[in-house]
C-alpha cells in the first residue's frame, strides 16, 4: 500500500507540468480555510449556482481544473475573486480521469486544510447542514480526531422527461430534479482498502439493470482534512493511507455521514453524453456515457411508482441514507 501511494504522489508530482495556470489567487488561503478542488470541462451553464451553494457552506476557495473548456467555463472562473484556476488540454484519461491533476493541487494547497473534492453536479448536504455551516462540521470532525467524512452519492431526477424542463444558469437544479431513488442500494466492503462499495438508484435499475454489477459506485468520501501524503486513489471512491477509508462504524453503530445530491439528470445530460462519446475520456471507453445515450432514447423518464420526492436531510436521515452518529 506504501509503495502504490507513493507511485500515485509520483504521477501527480509528473502530471503538474500539464497544468497551466490561468488566475492563482492562491495567497489569499489562510491557515483554517475549506478549500474545494474541483476538475471539469464545459460546465458554465452550472456554475454561478456550483459557486454560490460552496460559498455559504462556509468554503472559502476553488481549485479548478479546466480540461479545454469551450464554453467560456475558464474565462467565468478566472473573474471570481475566490477562485484560482489551472488549465489542460492533456488527456483526462491518462490523468486519472483528473485525479493526477487533482492530487497535486491537495498536495500543494490543501495541506492541513479540510478540502472538499467535487464534480459541479454534486452538492453535499449533512446532518444539520440548514442551520450549521461547514466550519462547525470540521470543527466537530476535528475535535472528534476524525480526518473524513463520507458521503453517499444520491442521484437526483425529474418527473417526466428530463429534456421537458430547461435549466437556467444560475438555478438550483433540485427546483427540476427533486426525485430520487428511496431504496435498491446494495453495499458490500472492499477488503483490500476498506471502503464500502454502494450500487444502485435509478443508474442501476434503468441503464444497468442486466448488469448491475456494473452500475456506477456511489460511495464517496468527498471531505478530507488533507495530508500532502494523502492520494485519491479511484475518483473520491477512495483513499490511501486506507486508514481514511474506514468512515463507517462496523461494530453496530452508526458514523455521521452525510450525501452528494447528484444534478446530473437534467436537460443538459443528451449534449454531454454525446460529447463524451465522442472524446471517450471516460473509463472503459465511456462505457458508462453509452449507456445514458441508449437508455435515455428509450428511458427518457427515470421517476418511478417508487420515487420519493426531497425535502431536506433529515428525510435522509430517517431513511438510512446518512447519520448524525453522535454529532448533536
Given at each position: 500500500m506504501r509503495l502504490q501511494r507513493r507511485r500515485w504522489r509520483l504521477r501527480a508530482l509528473w502530471r503538474r507540468r500539464e497544468l497551466t495556470p490561468v488566475q492563482d489567487r492562491t495567497a489569499d488561503i489562510r491557515g483554517q480555510d475549506i478549500l474545494a478542488c474541483v476538475c471539469l470541462r464545459n460546465e458554465r451553464v452550472r456554475l454561478p449556482y456550483f459557486l454560490d451553494y460552496y460559498?455559504?457552506?462556509?468554503?472559502?476557495?476553488?481549485?479548478?481544473?479546466?480540461?479545454?473548456?469551450?464554453?467560456?467555463?475558464r474565462e467565468w472562473l478566472a473573474e471570481q475573486a475566490d477562485v484560482s484556476v489551472w488549465t489542460t488540454t492533456a488527456s483526462y484519461k491518462r490523468a486519472r480521469y483528473g485525479l493526477d491533476w487533482q492530487n497535486w493541487l491537495l498536495r500543494r494547497y490543501g495541506h492541513g486544510h479540510w478540502c472538499l473534492t467535487v464534480d459541479p453536479d454534486e452538492f453535499l448536504v449533512y446532518p444539520f447542514c440548514d442551520t450549521r455551516p461547514l466550519r462547525a462540521l470540521t470543527d466537530w470532525l476535528d475535535a472528534s480526531s476524525v480526518r473524513a467524512f463520507a458521503a453517499m452519492m444520491l442521484d437526483m431526477y425529474p418527473k417526466g422527461r428530463i429534456d421537458e424542463q430547461p435549466y437556467a444558469e444560475g438555478q438550483d437544479p433540485f427546483e427540476i430534479a427533486c426525485w430520487f431513488d428511496s431504496g435498491n442500494y446494495t453495499?458490500?466492503?472492499?477488503?483490500?482498502?476498506?471502503?464500502?462499495?454502494?450500487?444502485g438508484g435509478p443508474r442501476a435499475r434503468t441503464f444497468f439493470a442486466s448488469r448491475p454489477e456494473r452500475a456506477p459506485a456511489l460511495n464517496k468520501i468527498p471531505l478530507v482534512k488533507w495530508h500532502r501524503s494523502y492520494a485519491y486513489v479511484s475518483s473520491t471512491h477512495m483513499l490511501l493511507p486506507r486508514g481514511l477509508n474506514l468512515v463507517y462504524d462496523d461494530g453496530g453503530g452508526e458514523k455521521a455521514s452525510g450525501c452528494l445530491l447528484h444534478a446530473k439528470f437534467l436537460d443538459t445530460m443528451t449534449t454531454k453524453a454525446e460529447e463524451e462519446m465522442q472524446r471517450r475520456q471516460h473509463f472503459a471507453a465511456s462505457v458508462e456515457y453509452a449507456a445514458y445515450r441508449d437508455g435515455l432514447k428509450t428511458h427518457p423518464d427515470l421517476w418511478c411508482k417508487w420515487s420519493e420526492k426531497y425535502i431536506n436531510w433529515r428525510q435522509l436521515e430517517i431513511l438510512g441514507l446518512m447519520s448524525k452518529g453522535n454529532w448533536a
Open positions: 460559498r455559504k457552506l462556509g468554503v472559502r476557495h476553488f481549485l479548478v481544473i479546466d480540461n479545454g473548456s469551450d464554453d467560456g467555463s453495499i458490500k466492503r472492499n477488503n483490500r482498502l476498506g471502503n464500502l462499495w454502494i450500487q
